[in-house]
Structure formats: C-alpha cells, structure tokens
C-alpha cells in the first residue's frame, strides 16, 4: 500500500540482556524526529480508528503481540508485529490506523514521531465508522 513500510529490524541477543533497534536517521521511512512514546493496549482491546494529517509514524512492538490495520479509503493492509516479526511499521499521513493487542500480557507500542503531538493534526473516529471484521 503507498505510504506504508514495512522494515525489518535488528534483535541482538545477549547473555545478560537483549537489544532491540528501532530507527535510525538513515532509515527507510524516517522523516524527522519530533517525540518518542509507547502506549500500551490490553488483549482483544482495540485503539483507532485515527488518521494523521502531518505526522509520520513508526511503530514498533519490543514485548507482546499487537495487530496493525492501515485503510486509505479503499483496500486495507494489516500486519501482526512482535518480537517474532519484530518490525518497523511506516504510515505516512492521510492514512486510517487502528491496532488491537493480541498478546496475553503486556502488549508495547512505541511511536517513533516525525512531529510533537499536536491535538488539531489527527482526526479520531468510531471503529464502527469504517467497516472492517476485527
């Protein structure tokens, strides 16, 4: 789907504790830096739907299992990341995003942002509003 990377990431075993990359500024997909967080969402809850006028993001899951679906408008694109498919998820803006936890335990996103939050930038909508068989 245009505007959506999928980017596989490096996972560096240690015996006295792992390492997760997650971006870098010479990554595919990275635009610009404007804040980190993580967000969590519990087993068979889902966030979303939410489109971003101006914001990049790049989502990552280091621990727990968590379902992404992107809509443009006409086709769907959906991708499980975790650490088995420990991947970075692109979304350029204009773009519909909703995720559900899959994981029985703690399912962990971070947010890799091209811009600060700003409350005015993205629009939230019901999960009702756009038809998709969670």
Known sequence: MDGVTLSDLKQIHHPQ???YHAVKK??????????????????????????HSKMVLNLIVPTGKVEFVIYNG????TVVLSQENYKRL?????????????????NLVLNVASIEHDPNEAINIDLEE???EW
């Not at 006409?74 to 694109?77: R, T």
């Open 26 to 51: 010479s990554s595919v997909g990275f635009e610009n830096f404007g804040e980190a967080y993580f967000t969590t969402i519990n087993n068979s809850e889902t966030k979303g739907w939410k489109k």
């Open 74 to 77: 006409e086709k769907f694109f």
């Open 90 to 106: 692109t979304i350029s803006p204009n773009l519909w995003v909703a995720f559900r936890g899959l994981g029985d335990k703690l």
């Open 130 to 132: 756009i038809n998709y």
């Open 17 to 19: 504790g792992d390492i």
